[in-house]
């Protein structure tokens, strides 16, 4: 059985060194991944925690939205990739979900370049099937929004 996560691909029309960039600067992860407040250190061994407002709305199984992402920068290779590891997600109400692992590669492209998203990790439970339906679209919605802040040159 193939266990849930998420995995994405998209070309952007910008430099990989700017793509991989965006996930760690404080503005362009405001604007593109909507976060209130981050703290991403761009090295191995870094912190990585970025926090969102909570949401109004209620997911029966989750509860409300936003809450913080945190993991420990394992690898970072500037314009090319990093491996976050040991990421929890801490939502506004109930218990953590993780440990996961996210990770981006970026590579060149005859437009810009390719990069590839990966988030995974996942435990037999009502809210990990949950938390991969609910993220899922939410990823799609944030990475084309890093698609059009970079292709429009403000990050």
């Excluded at 996930?23 to 970025?50: E, I, M, N």
């Excluded at 109400?93 to 990069?115: K, T, Y």
Aim: glycine letters at 8%; hydrophobic letters at 40%; a negative charge.
């Amino acid at each position: 059985m193939l266990m849930p996560e998420f995995t994405s691909n998209i070309v952007i029309i910008a430099p990989p060194e700017k793509v991989i960039e965006a996930f760690f600067d404080q503005k362009a992860l405001a604007t593109w991944w909507q976060v209130k407040r981050s703290l991403c250190v761009p090295r191995a061994l870094g912190s990585y925690a970025v926090e969102w407002e909570t949401t109004d709305w209620k997911d029966d199984i989750l509860g409300p939205l936003g809450g913080t992402l945190s993991g420990t920068v394992m690898e970072f290779k500037p314009g090319r990739e990093f491996f976050l590891a040991d990421a929890y997600w801490l939502p506004p109400e109930g218990n953590p979900i993780g440990p996961m692992a996210v990770e981006a590669n970026c590579s060149r492209h005859p437009w810009g370049s390719q990069l590839h998203v990966r988030q995974s990790g996942y435990e037999e439970s009502a809210r990990w099937k949950r938390y991969y339906e609910v993220i899922s679209p939410g990823w799609i919605r944030a990475l084309d929004s890093l698609k059009n802040l970079l292709e429009r040159g403000h990050a």
